[in-house]
């Protein structure tokens, strides 16, 4: 058998290439993000149509809310993995310092 390190996250021959422009100078995670403006555009979209029904409400809600749970925390998960395997590198570390103002996913604004 080989020897197998593609899950060796401390792997010290990995070098950060990128993608450092575009989106991915705002947001350090612009995936994510549309995937919560995704459902977040659902969720206002339909709203019109819930009305007065509780369990409408409740269940999209219920809904959105675990999306964006779910983005959260596969955003930490992401940059817990990049700062291990790319820590240290000066690319790296000023483009994490620069990229995402309101945490990883969210874009800075100010």
Not at 94 to 102: A, I, L, P, S, V
């Amino acid at each position: 058998m080989g020897n197998n390190n593609h899950n060796n996250h401390n792997n010290t021959t990995s070098l950060f290439l990128g993608p450092t422009g575009g989106v991915y100078r705002i947001s350090r995670h612009p995936n994510y993000l549309g995937e919560v403006v995704f459902w977040t555009g659902l969720f206002v979209g339909g709203a019109p149509r819930f009305g007065k029904s509780a369990i409408a409400w409740i269940c999209a809600s219920l809904g959105l809310y675990g999306i964006y749970g779910i983005m959260v925390s596969a955003t930490r998960r992401l940059d817990q993995t990049q700062q291990e395997t790319y820590g240290g590198q000066p690319r790296y570390d000023e483009w994490r310092k620069k990229g995402g103002g309101g945490g990883a996913m969210f874009p800075r604004v100010w």
